[in-house]
Each structure stands twice: as structure tokens, then as C-alpha cells.
């Protein structure tokens, strides 16, 4: 058994607790108790704040104050131009530099955004998904500066290209050179970085754009059993890569609904994997986590009450085995949080992990009559949603034919219309609605921002080599047409001051772009 | 029945969520309206081209990135510009309270966060089409004034 | 120019203009891709061609309302280099009104008038005034696909005999084949066979080749005899429906004082 935190285990009142109650236990196959045996008794989740906005230097600053106050991960949050690989200059990105994330288009900016980060202590996760192996590289090359080899590093990229087809948006290239660059990621990761999880599968913002928490789980899980066919059919071992996959669920107010949600995953996962792929990795049937709390049940209205609401999820979370957690600000349905309800967030789950004993044992509702009878509900009908998919030619070709789209948006127009039918209470919106309220005061990023990173750019590219600059994007060009591996080349490009932009760009005119169907 | 109008929601910038945009499409296709939607990261150029080869009276805007502040007014200038002032424009997202008197004075009519009802989105649309109070109008009325 | 198209859908104006360009309909199931059809074409034709495009949708018969969502899958609309070249137009069919065809048509006339080359008429192939949209065209491009097993689409409509081709869009999805040896099937009963294409939207195969013949497509006599049937029907029935004493006529009819060849021939004088 692993080494635990403290060596006995009282309830407030001094009673005794052993660590798992109940017949089964967790850490064994199919892991619907949770993937340890001795789960937070050993380690606690990993407290991850997605945190980033204006200048990298700014972010960095945010960086170091969460670190000292207990955090143990990073997680960049990107703004849009970013996510989208677009430089700070670019037409596009106007207005849009530095809202709702840190501005990064090259790597100079990274060069910043980790200044004084020891990279071979923190994890470091980043939202990111069409331009995912270039902001890898560049971490890896700002890793290797401060004299971290490639195997040290610890982290995760997003890297979930189909979710954004079914509800993120931030796509750039179609479906299957997407897949391409992700599969080219995996394999580069598995030789070189093998310590990073090259994939988190993310039903996050599905559920965001209103889906169900079957559908969540149905539509999460399908997509990725079509990224590891993928990289099956590019002759990869599913003990390569599946052990580094992991997923980024939501965590909704339906408390019950929720917990039972996580277990009948961690089940649903491991079956499919085992019947399908017959691994020999253990951990390759073990379905690993981070929840980040609904967003999108956040009000606008008295948002003070936001706190209550996510604090029922975390603790949703928790009890569900979440592996890491992002616990949202109560102000977020305004704009972006500030300092003050940031720190409110981190403290939440503090309060979980050390005064509420809901981390002292391993699975605590297992077991309960309502949270076992949800867990085989939700296996049941996801399991049905995707095998329904895997007849439409399985996840791309249901997207390609906008099934998933559809789907969400007819979950999310019902809840609307039960919300405005009074079906569905919410408080401060149909029930206990205030007249006058006061409006907390809100984070502004800096607007000039766009302007200092347009010369910033503008400086770069007159100090910098353009006979290599062209060379690297030629050879990234011809990569993209052929079927080597992108990776290092994306590398040698970043060394050579290509911009994010620039590398996008070149992949985009082999690649093309693509728009996906809206689900109408 | 109301009037029939034809109504552009469109997601200009680049943020990709489009739920609410959806379902507020949604709501004026159920109370009559003939909804053009335009689908993600429309520049304003284009919204507004899309506007006038659509011959729309009301163009909806939806963003979720903040950079509502910069794009709202620029599409309603360049309205103006070319010559459609009689289109009325409105906006919805994640827009802060200290941002909206901005809007406002820059020609949006109204602005519609998160929790707003399919019912008042329609109310609107038909208060507005009578005060006839599009980008160009003198009129400094906007809607919850 | 878009508030004349408005006027003419509203009735308030009729065009007079005309041109010498070609109005091509491309009609379909839903899902089959012709918005991506039309796109990957743009992408081709323009700005070397002045395009149109009348996407036609169906109004929900519920509130009158519609929602028109094929400009999302205009990404040729991006390319600022083209978009000078194109208009997109999206129409409501409206409430139950058999004059959506004759509407389609003047505004299509109205384009041709205002230097459009080519007008294409996107509409879903099912139901009567849907099919007659397509009949006002001067060629009709029928799309096909691998469906999920319901056999093909277009023949059950009675759509395969107005076609002068037929496009299998998604070659790139397993059935696609099957789809090309049904139609060859239903079509070998017909002397004059209608030319198939196969091409994916999605990866571009086969698109060059029929961008290049979609200008030029020739003219099937039994294709073109059908379309003359919908239009002699349709005028037929505007006719009647027009006729200002249609009213009194039905009145009439209901208490028995009239028989249907007695009305018609009123209705026709």
C-alpha cells in the first residue's frame, strides 16, 4: 500500500476511519472506486488554477503569487488568437489580444511567461489544441535554456482537436490533418517527453455548451477511442501512448448526478479498453482526470452566491476521484476574475481537502443506494450513445455529419426553455431574484496590449534571419505533404524566431482550413 | 403574429461559444423571425456584408471574449458607413456592467447577459423595430433605459 | 440591389430584368452537403465568374419563423480576394405559399439582370414547392450520398428524371460505390442516360473536374421536358389561384351550383 499523509484517520468527533468502506475496493479493475487503492490518504488532487491574461509577464506575476499560496500546478489559459495559432498582429486578432488569456507568438513571450519557474518542479497544463505541438515545442526549447532536458518535464497539453469540432470552436485545420499532428505528438512524446500526458480528452466543454452528463461522458469517450484508432493505425502500441492519456470532465450542480457520473466513466473506460485493445499496461484502462467546475452555471446575477454553487461541485469532484481541479471565481459570469475571488477559489478547495473529511477515505458514496443506481444508469445509456456513433462510422464521421452538434443543442434549448417555463429553478435568475444589485469590481486587461506586442513582432522579424526563417517554414511545408514527424521540426523553427503565426500558416496551406456544421 | 424581420446573429471575434448565439436564434425562429446565422469568427466586414446582402433590419452580436468593446462599435460604424443606419443592432455575452454605457452611445440598442429570457429578447425586437431606431437614428433610447 | 430582392420576395415588386446567365439548381436531402458542394464550386469559378447563390430553406410551420444557417458553410465568403464576386442570399420558403418557385425565379431573373454569370438555387429536394424551385432552373444538378441505408434519396422524390447530373458527394465514405451502381440501375430504364459524378466535398476529389463541367453542362431532352411539365403546372395553378374571382367560384362550388369543368373554364377565361 502506498505511503499515506498521516498515519491514522479520525472523523472530527475522534472516530476512527478505515480507508475504504465497503466490499470492493478502489484502485483495482474496473476502478469505479477510484484508480488508487489509498487515493487522497497518499495525495491529495492537484489544486490547478487556469489562470493567464494580458502580457506574459503579467501572467507570470499571477503565476508566482498562486504558487506561493499553495498551488502545485500551472495552467495557462491562452488567449483566442493563440488558441487559434494567429500572431498578435494579425488582422484577426484585433481586439481580441490578451482577453481571455495570455498573448503568445513566439518564443520570447514563453521566454517570459516562465521566468523563474523551476520547470522541473511545477506541472505544467495548457489549453491548447489546432496550434498543441507548437506551444509544446516551445516549451520544451525554454525548458531546455534553463538546463531541463526534455525527459524531466512534467505537464499536459489539451491537445483534443474533436471536442473543438463538437463545441469549442477553436479549430483551424480539418478533422484529418488535425488528427495527423496529434498522432505525430503522441509518438514524439512516447520517445522523447515520456513523462507528459500528450492528450486530455476533454468532455468539459460539452457539457458547457449544454449538453447532458451522458452525453458528456457518450461523446468524451468516443472521441477518444477515435484518437487511439488513430494512433493504432500509425503503428503505435496502445501501452505507448494510452497511459499518458488522460480527461478533463465539468463538474455540474446535480451533486448525485455528478459523483455517479466520474465512477461510471472510470468503469465505462476501462471496459472498452480492456474488450477492444487487451493491453498489457495496467494504466492503460485507467481513466486519470482534472475537473474544472461548471462555468456555465455561474450567474450574473448576485454572484456572492457563486461561491455556494462551486463548492457543491468541487466537492462533487472530489468525492468522484478527481486526479486535479480547477475550481471556478464566483465573478466569472461578469468578465475576468480578479486576485481577490481567484484566491476565494483556491481556498474552496482547500476547505474541502482539510476541514470537510471528504478527502479521508477513498470514494465515500460508494455504496449509497441513489449514487450506485446512477452509476449503472449513466454506463448504461452512455455506453448505448456511443455504440450508436460507432455505427455512423464513429466519432469524426458523426461530427463530419454534425450528430454531436445537434445533440448538444437540442439539451441545451431544453434547459433553456425549462429555465424560462419555471421547470427549472435558478436562484437569482426565476427565484429569489433581487431588484438592485451591486456589481463587483472586475479585472481590465490592458488594452494597448495588442499595439506593444505588434511591435514587438515587427522587431523580431527585422532582427532575425529570414534566409533560415524561410528555410524552416519550407521544411515544415514539405513535412506536412509528406508523413514524417512534425515535431522537430517545429522545433527548429521555433529556434529560428518563426512566429506562431507563421508556423500555422505554412501547415495551413498544405492542410487547408475547415468550418464545422453548426448542428441545426 | 408580429412582423416578420429578418435578423442576423453573428459571433463576431474569435471565441468559439456559440450556445447562446444558438438558442437566441432559436428563440426568434419560434416567434416568427426569419434568423440568418452567420456561424463562428465573422470579422466586422463581413458581418456587415452579410447584413446587407441579407437586407437584415436587426443584426445580433454574441461575444464571450471581451472583445465585445472594441468590435460592437466598429461594426456599427462601418453600418453606418455603408449606408445601412436603419439597422438595429444589439449584443449579448459576457459583458461587464462598466462596458456598456460605451455600447450603447455607440449605436447597440441593447445588451442581453447571461439568464436573459427568449420573451424579452422578443420584446425588444418589436419595441425597437417601431422606435425604428437603427445605428444611424438620433435616438438615444436603448433598451432597460 | 438587396432591398429590390426584398421587395420582389414581398410581392411589392415584380423584376423586369433578365440576363443571358445560366440558373443551375442543386437540390438534394438535407445533410448530403450541397452548401459544401456550392462552396468548394465558388472556391473554383470565382472571381473569374460573377455567382449567386438563392439559398432556399424551409420556414417552420409552427411560427412562420425560419432559421437560415447555410452562409456558415461559405468559407469561400473568407477569401476577400472572391467574396466581391459573390452574393448569398438566404430565403425562407414562408408559410405554405405555392409562390416561392415563381418568387425564386424573378429573384434569380433579378440577379442574372444585375451581371450575375451563373445563379445557384440550393434547395432540398422534397415536397412539391421545393422541387418546383428547382424546376425554374435552367439545369438541375441532383445530389446523392451514402445515406444510412434508406437506398437513394432523389429517386423516391421523383427528383432523378428533372436532373441533367447527378453529383455523389462523400466518395470519400464507405457506400458511396453503392450509391453510383443504384443509380446506374434505376437509370438504365431511361434511354438517355444522365451523367454521374462522384467527388468529396470534404477532401476535394472530383471537384476540379466538375467545376470545369458545371458551366457547360449539357442539356438532357427528357430532363428539360419535366422541367416544362412542373413550370406548366405551376403557371396552371397560379392561374387559378390568382384569379380574383376564385373566392366566389369555391362559394359556389361548396352549394353545389357549379362543377370543376365549369369552374375551371370560368377561372381560365
New interface residues.
Given amino acids: 500500500m502506498a505511503s499515506q499523509r498521516r498515519e491514522d484517520w479520525q472523523t472530527l468527533g475522534g472516530i476512527d476511519l478505515p480507508n475504504i468502506v465497503g466490499p470492493e475496493t478502489s484502485g483495482n479493475p474496473p476502478y469505479t472506486r477510484g484508480i488508487h487503492e489509498t487515493m487522497y490518504r497518499s495525495r491529495l488532487w492537484t489544486m490547478r488554477q487556469y489562470a493567464g491574461f494580458g502580457s506574459a509577464k503579467e501572467t507570470n506575476e499571477r503565476f508566482k503569487l498562486l504558487l506561493e499560496r499553495g498551488q502545485k500546478g500551472l495552467s495557462v489559459a491562452f488567449d483566442l488568437p493563440t488558441q487559434l495559432g494567429l500572431d498578435a498582429d494579425d488582422k484577426l486578432s484585433e481586439g481580441e489580444v490578451g482577453k481571455v488569456g495570455v498573448s503568445i507568438s513566439c518564443l520570447d513571450d514563453m521566454r517570459e511567461l516562465l521566468s523563474g519557474i523551476p520547470l522541473d518542479e511545477v506541472s505544467t497544463s495548457m489549453t491548447i489544441n489546432a496550434p498543441a505541438m507548437i506551444l509544446l515545442a516551445m516549451y520544451v526549447v525554454i525548458a531546455e535554456e534553463q538546463g531541463i532536458s526534455e525527459d524531466k518535464i512534467r505537464g499536459t497539453i489539451q491537445n483534443d482537436i474533436l471536442k473543438e469540432y463538437i463545441a469549442r470552436g477553436t479549430y483551424v485545420f480539418p478533422p484529418e490533418p488535425s488528427m495527423r499532428l496529434i498522432t505525430d505528438t503522441f509518438d514524439y512524446c512516447a520517445n522523447n517527453i515520456p513523462s507528459w500526458n500528450t492528450i486530455s480528452i476533454s468532455g468539459y466543454h460539452i457539457r458547457e455548451a449544454g449538453s447532458t452528463a451522458v452525453q458528456e461522458v457518450a461523446f468524451t469517450i468516443s472521441n477518444a477511442l477515435e484518437y487511439i484508432d488513430a494512433a493504432i493505425s500509425r503503428g503505435l502500441d496502445i501501452d505507448d501512448f494510452a497511459p499518458r492519456i488522460s480527461f478533463f470532465f465539468n463538474c455540474h450542480n446535480d451533486f448525485f448526478e455528478e459523483v455517479s457520473k466520474f465512477r461510471a466513466a472510470r468503469k465505462l473506460w476501462h471496459d472498452l479498453i480492456k474488450v477492444r485493445y487487451s493491453p498489457n499496461n495496467p494504466k492503460s484502462s485507467m481513466l486519470r482526470f482534472h475537473t474544472q467546475v461548471a462555468g456555465v452555471s455561474l450567474t450574473a446575477q448576485q454572484p456572492l452566491n457563486n461561491i455556494s454553487r462551486v463548492t457543491i461541485q468541487a466537492l462533487a469532484a472530489v468525492c468522484g476521484g478527481t486526479q486535479s481541479l480547477h475550481t471556478n471565481s464566483y465573478d466569472e459570469a461578469l468578465g475576468l476574475p480578479t486576485e481577490n475571488s481567484a484566491t476565494v477559489a483556491l481556498r474552496t478547495q482547500q476547505i474541502i481537502a482539510e476541514e470537510s473529511g471528504a478527502a479521508n477515505v477513498a470514494d465515500p458514496l460508494g455504496g449509497s443506494h441513489l449514487v450506485e443506481f446512477l452509476t449503472d444508469e449513466i454506463y448504461r445509456k452512455s455506453k448505448e450513445k456511443i455504440e450508436t456513433i460507432e455505427k455512423m462510422g464513429g466519432a469524426m464521421k458523426a461530427i463530419e455529419s454534425g450528430f454531436q452538434q445537434k445533440e448538444i443543442h437540442e439539451a441545451a434549448w431544453k434547459h433553456q426553455s425549462d429555465v424560462e417555463n419555471d421547470d427549472r429553478l435558478i436562484v437569482g435568475v426565476n427565484h429569489g431574484v433581487l431588484d438592485e444589485e451591486k456589481m463587483p469590481p472586475l479585472l481590465k486587461p490592458d488594452p494597448a496590449l495588442g499595439e506593444k506586442q505588434r511591435i514587438k513582432l515587427q522587431e523580431l522579424r527585422k532582427a532575425r534571419d529570414e534566409i533560415n526563417v524561410q528555410k524552416c517554414l519550407g521544411e515544415i511545408k514539405s513535412c506536412a505533404a509528406g508523413d514524417g514527424n512534425m515535431f522537430p521540426l517545429v522545433i527548429d523553427a521555433l529556434k529560428a524566431n518563426c512566429t506562431l503565426g507563421e508556423i500555422m500558416g505554412a501547415m495551413k496551406e498544405i492542410f487547408g482550413t475547415w468550418m464545422a456544421p453548426s448542428g441545426f | 403574429m408580429g412582423e416578420r424581420y429578418r435578423i442576423i446573429i453573428a459571433k463576431p471575434g474569435l471565441d468559439g461559444h456559440d450556445r447562446g448565439a444558438k438558442v437566441v436564434a432559436r428563440a426568434l425562429r419560434d416567434g416568427g423571425h426569419e434568423v440568418i446565422y452567420t456561424g463562428l469568427r465573422r470579422t466586422a466586414e463581413q458581418i456587415v456584408r452579410t447584413a446587407m446582402d441579407e437586407d437584415a433590419k436587426f443584426v445580433g452580436l454574441s461575444s464571450l471574449s471581451g472583445a465585445h468593446e472594441h468590435l460592437f462599435p466598429k461594426i456599427c460604424q462601418l453600418l453606418r458607413e455603408s449606408g445601412l443606419g436603419d439597422v438595429i443592432v444589439f449584443g449579448g455575452g459576457i459583458i461587464p456592467e462598466g462596458d456598456r454605457s460605451a455600447l450603447y452611445s455607440s449605436g447597440v440598442r441593447a445588451i442581453f447577459g447571461p439568464g436573459t429570457t427568449s420573451s424579452e429578447i422578443l420584446d425588444f425586437v418589436k419595441v425597437a423595430s417601431m422606435r425604428n431606431c437603427g445605428v444611424g437614428s438620433e435616438d438615444s433610447w436603448h433598451w432597460g433605459d | 440591389m438587396?432591398?429590390q430582392?426584398?421587395a420582389i420576395e414581398n410581392g411589392d415588386l415584380s423584376s423586369q430584368l433578365e440576363g443571358d446567365g445560366l440558373v443551375i439548381a442543386i437540390t438534394g436531402p438535407p445533410?448530403i452537403g450541397k452548401s459544401c458542394l456550392i462552396d468548394c464550386l465558388l472556391h473554383k469559378l470565382t472571381p473569374e465568374h460573377k455567382i449567386a447563390v438563392l439559398a432556399v430553406d424551409p420556414?417552420?410551420s409552427?411560427?412562420?419563423?425560419?432559421?437560415?444557417?447555410d452562409?456558415?458553410?461559405m468559407?469561400v465568403?473568407?477569401d476577400d480576394s472572391k467574396?466581391e464576386s459573390i452574393?448569398?442570399?438566404?430565403i425562407?420558403t414562408r408559410s405554405s405559399s405555392g409562390s416561392v418557385p415563381s418568387i425564386v425565379q424573378s429573384l434569380a431573373n433579378h440577379l442574372l439582370g444585375n451581371g450575375f454569370e451563373i445563379v445557384f438555387v440550393e434547395t432540398v429536394g422534397a415536397g412539391q414547392s421545393e422541387m418546383r424551385c428547382a424546376a425554374i432552373s435552367d439545369r438541375i444538378i441532383v445530389v446523392e450520398g451514402p445515406a444510412?441505408g434508406d437506398g437513394v434519396q432523389a429517386e423516391k422524390a421523383g427528383l432523378l428524371e428533372l436532373a441533367d447530373l447527378i453529383v455523389v458527394n462523400k466518395c470519400d465514405?464507405?457506400g458511396a460505390d453503392k450509391v453510383v451502381n443504384d443509380l446506374t440501375m434505376s437509370l438504365t430504364i431511361t434511354e438517355e442516360k444522365t451523367p454521374i459524378s462522384k467527388v468529396s466535398a470534404?477532401t476535394g476529389e472530383g471537384i476540379d473536374d466538375l467545376a470545369k463541367s458545371v458551366l457547360k453542362i449539357p442539356v438532357r431532352l427528357s430532363s428539360k421536358r419535366a422541367r416544362f411539365r412542373e413550370q406548366l403546372f405551376m403557371a396552371h395553378e397560379s392561374k387559378i389561384t390568382q384569379n380574383p374571382d376564385l373566392d366566389s367560384i369555391l362559394d359556389r362550388m361548396s352549394q353545389e351550383e357549379l362543377g370543376v369543368e365549369e369552374a375551371l373554364r370560368r377561372l381560365y377565361e
Fill in positions: 438587396a432591398r430582392l426584398s445533410g420556414s417552420s409552427i411560427s412562420g419563423g425560419a432559421l437560415l444557417g452562409r456558415v458553410r468559407s465568403l473568407d467574396s452574393f448569398v442570399r438566404s425562407a444510412r465514405l464507405d470534404l
